[in-house]
């Protein structure tokens, strides 16, 4: 396992490992949320293999440093006050990398798509011995993510990873999930392949 990417002031551009390993369960055309995307690596990654993005992120100032694009857009939204700020959009995708923000996860369930991908990581519990964050409410507890799938209709679980990851001289405790909705249709091809 790779760690994820922090930018620190600074754009990171190549996509998490986690995203673009299951980048293929997004089908061409499909609606992708990509939630607190910051400088848009995802979002531009996913545009450019056909899906139509919507990246949202409190600050519109990073906003406005992604590249535009055809099928790309952007919406300078806070997340963490008031209701949620996409009542009654769907999305065939959510993406969410580095952020977390619990409140959140019910209405993520509601925004995806029957048939939609959720693609999730960020840190956990354990991180907080190799660099920031550190604040407990910035980690996943053991096997949380699996709950979120759980929240009903449940997703089925595509991949999932948690533990200490290395990359590049930097240690962090992640995790990880890739799952689908409860109208996908089966079987899974892993890897690679089409689903």
């Given amino acids: 396992m790779t760690a994820p990417q922090e930018s620190h002031g600074h754009a990171v551009m190549e996509p998490s490992p986690w995203v673009a390993r299951h980048a293929h369960l997004i089908a061409p055309g499909t609606r992708v949320l990509?939630?607190?995307?910051?400088?848009?690596?995802?979002?531009s990654f996913l545009v450019a293999h056909g899906a139509k993005?919507?990246?949202?992120?409190?600050?519109?100032?990073?906003?406005?440093?992604?590249?535009?694009?055809?099928?790309?857009?952007?919406?300078?939204l806070d997340l963490e006050q008031g209701e949620w700020p996409l009542v009654g959009e769907r999305f065939g995708a959510i993406v969410?990398?580095?952020?977390?923000?619990?409140?959140?996860?019910?209405?993520?369930?509601?925004?995806?798509?029957?048939?939609g991908v959720l693609l999730y990581e960020t840190f956990a519990?354990?991180?907080e011995a190799f660099?920031?964050?550190?604040?407990?409410?910035?980690?996943?507890?053991?096997?949380?993510l699996l709950t979120?799938?759980?929240?009903?209709?449940a997703l089925t679980v595509v991949a999932f990873e948690q533990g200490l990851v290395r990359d590049a001289?930097?240690?962090?405790?992640?995790?990880?999930?890739?799952?689908v909705g409860p109208a996908r249709a089966w079987p899974v091809r892993m890897g690679s392949g089409q689903y």
């Fill in 131 to 144: 660099g920031p964050p550190r604040n407990p409410n910035f980690l996943l507890r053991r096997d949380e």
């Fill in 53 to 76: 993005v919507l990246a949202v992120d409190r600050d519109a100032a990073i906003l406005e440093t992604i590249p535009a694009a055809p099928h790309l857009e952007t919406r300078a």
């Fill in 96 to 115: 969410v990398v580095n952020y977390l923000h619990r409140s959140l996860f019910p209405h993520l369930r509601m925004s995806l798509a029957d048939d």
């Fill in 148 to 153: 979120v799938a759980a929240l009903s209709p």
């Fill in 34 to 43: 990509d939630l607190a995307c910051g400088h848009g690596r995802h979002a």
């Fill in 169 to 179: 001289g930097r240690s962090a405790v992640v995790q990880r999930l890739a799952a």
């Fill in 125 to 127: 519990i354990g991180n």
